[in-house]
């Protein structure tokens, strides 16, 4: 069994433009429903969790590092990867299998999932999957909601019945849902339309800032940072301690940074405070 858990897809007009993981999978409008529940007593739990992609948000290494007891970088070292590909106008973050034939995920127990209170976005999310049409300057993207029906789990046999909107409350997405919005809208951002990509310092700010949390704190904290640029209303102290906000107010420093967006404010008398570096 191989397959694909990821935050998003971009979504085109048409059907036969859909990403592949989404062209045989059911859409769900408005207050459609569907059947599904997961339990120990089905014969594939926990089977989705091995031989499988799944792609990390920055709320999704933030919350793992802190149930792990690690750093962000040490959650980053030990149990991610960072493909690249020529494609890609941003890093993405995968979680690493472990190395037995079965590639499972290193949380999952017999029992279930062991991180299951700080699970990945993605995880939260299955059945459904999520698409964006592609960014265009000035519009709102409206998201779209699909349902994968993948022929090894059995929890759509079950007669528990969901919307979308009922699914995302029970499985904690909406908490999360103001970061994880924060995330869409830099990475399908208008600035990326034509192909237009950041040059390589800028790309390494990027992977400190939305996914190195505590390294990001350091050096809002522990350089000339906080001499050079006006926060604002931003509460400093309060981004010390709140790891939420702090990412949040990250988020803000890279439209700043990398697309040039007043979200931050370089205080006058600081000299090249528009010249950034992680």
């Not at 989404?22 to 739990?45: V, Y």
């Not at 959650?75 to 299998?97: G, S």
Request: charged share 25%; proline share 7%; hydrophobic share 40%.
């Amino acid at each position: 069994m191989s397959s694909s858990k990821s935050a998003t897809f971009n979504v085109a007009a048409g059907p036969s433009e859909l990403p592949e993981a989404l062209r045989n999978s059911r859409q769900l409008q408005g207050d459609a429903t569907f059947c599904f529940d997961c339990n120990p007593k089905l014969g594939c739990f926990t089977d989705c969790c091995a031989n499988i992609n799944i792609l990390l948000t920055p709320a999704d290494v933030l919350g793992l590092a802190r149930r792990t007891g690690l750093t962000t970088r040490e959650f980053l070292d030990r149990h991610t990867l960072v493909p690249i590909t020529e494609n890609l106008h941003l890093p993405i973050v995968m979680l690493r299998m472990d190395d037995t034939a079965e590639k499972r995920c290193p949380f999952v127990t017999a029992a279930g999932c062991s991180v299951y209170e700080a699970r990945p976005w993605a995880c939260r999310m299955y059945p459904i999957g999520m698409g964006l049409p592609p960014a265009r300057a000035g519009v709102e993207p409206e998201p779209g909601y699909f349902l994968f029906q993948d022929d090894f789990c059995h929890g759509h046999k079950e007669s528990r019945t969901w919307t979308v909107e009922q699914w995302q409350r029970d499985q904690g997405v909406l908490a999360l849902e103001e970061v994880e919005k924060g995330f869409r809208d830099l990475v399908g951002h208008p600035w990326f339309i034509g192909g237009r990509k950041l040059d390589p310092r800028r790309i390494e700010m990027f992977f400190m800032v939305a996914y190195d949390l505590d390294t990001f704190r350091k050096f809002v904290f522990e350089t000339t940072f906080l001499k050079r640029f006006d926060l604002g209303d931003e509460p400093v102290e309060v981004l010390r301690t709140d790891d939420r906000a702090l990412l949040r107010f990250g988020f803000r420093w890279l439209r700043f940074a990398m697309f040039g967006e007043p979200t931050v404010k370089p205080k006058p008398q600081a000299a090249g405070a528009a010249e950034v570096a992680p």
